[in-house]
């Protein structure tokens, strides 16, 4: 007989409804009462992590109490058991480290109910430091692992999953392939890119942005992977962009159906660069984070300082730095091909 996944109990405001044999599930402050506000829908399933993102993404609920099965519960098993005390100092510090990362994406989620594609999304957070997102996915598969015989998973989905090819990194876009991109996507689709450029900000953060985000010609944004909050002063191009997308949600950014990114983003960009058209792109191996190191280049080379580029995408001095070595060969290049021409045989 199968089993029963564990019911998880909804938070404050929110609730269902079933309709054409389906679950539905909206977000809305004192409904039946005169004070009700507008119900938003949550476009998920509780045994989904997007579900639990939109939440805290309205109200900032969490579990108090882990539930047995989630991941919460597993991580509190893991380090009580005796794999874990085993583990050297240095290593559990690192571990400790991973497991609030992975907590707090997805705590209160059924680990049965972790999906191949929700993994990816969190790997891809940290595409900039490949190295670091290694080992979030080796730590999550070892407790992913540890935990099938104790009842909390069957499988574990980590295993379809790539790691980086570590010091490969991703390529910036030059301004050729953005405005072959520009003319050739679906609108929302540039959109997305089009943000992502102009704020160098992730592909996470970049659909989690809002209209009230934007005021006084700055967007503010608290990014999911640091915690950082940054102001952005919204680019005369973005200006324009903003103002003719239409306004079907509280979100900027929605797809086709003018409903919010919940999922699904990732296999919608990857069908749209899979287009013939594209084919160029994706012989530069062009890929949605590389719009953020266009940025960096591209400010850079406007001759913005190292602090001035951090101040916008919120990366470390160091990591500026990094991109500001390759942006000033190439200027110190030019100019000394210049001399040696100037000066002749």
């Known amino acids: 007989m199968p089993k029963k996944k564990p019911m998880i109990e909804l938070p404050e405001y929110v609730f269902r409804t079933r309709a054409r044999g389906r679950d539905y599930y909206y977000y809305q402050p004192f409904r039946g009462t005169d004070q009700a506000q507008p119900r938003v829908r949550i476009n998920a399933q509780p045994h989904e992590p997007e579900f639990w993102q939109q939440i805290r993404e309205l109200t900032g609920i969490r579990e108090q109490k882990p539930r047995f ?34 907590e707090k994406a997805w705590g209160p989620v059924l680990v049965r109910g972790l999906k191949a594609r929700s993994i990816m999304k969190l790997r891809d957070l940290y595409a900039d430091t490949p190295t670091k997102a290694n080992h979030i996915l080796e730590v999550l598969s070892a407790i992913i ?22 010091g490969a990194g991703y390529a910036p876009w030059n301004w050729d392939a953005i405005e072959h991109f520009r003319q050739n996507a679906a609108p929302a689709m540039w959109q997305a890119a089009a943000l992502a450029l102009y704020t160098g900000q992730r592909c996470g953060d970049v659909l989690k942005m809002k209209w009230r985000d934007v005021d006084r010609g700055e967007i503010a944004v608290t990014q999911a992977k640091t915690g950082k909050q940054v102001w ?6 973005l200006a324009d962009l903003l103002a003719a997308i239409d306004r079907r949600s ?11 990114w919940s999922g699904g983003f990732q296999s919608s960009w990857n069908k749209q660069m899979k287009k013939p058209v594209m084919q160029a792109l994706r012989d530069q191996r ?44 190439r200027r110190l290049a030019r100019e000394a091909i210049l001399k040696w021409e100037e000066k002749g045989r």
């Open 286 to 329: 062009l890929v949605f984070h590389g719009l953020r190191k266009s940025a960096v280049v591209f400010l850079l080379e406007a001759g913005c300082t190292d602090a001035q580029v951090s101040a916008i995408t919120g990366q470390t001095r160091q990591m500026v730095e990094h991109y500001s070595l390759m942006v000033n060969q």
């Open 250 to 260: 509280i979100f900027i950014l929605t797809n086709s159906k003018g409903v919010p």
């Open 232 to 237: 952005i002063p919204v680019h005369r191009d």
């Open 69 to 102: 099965g989630t991941f919460s519960s597993l991580i509190t098993a893991y380090k009580n058991g005796p794999e874990y005390a085993i583990l050297k100092p240095r290593t559990k510090k690192e571990y400790d480290r991973h497991l609030a990362t992975i």
């Open 145 to 166: 692992t540890w935990g099938i015989p104790r009842d909390y998973s069957d499988t574990n989905p980590c295993r379809d999953i790539p790691k980086f090819k570590r």
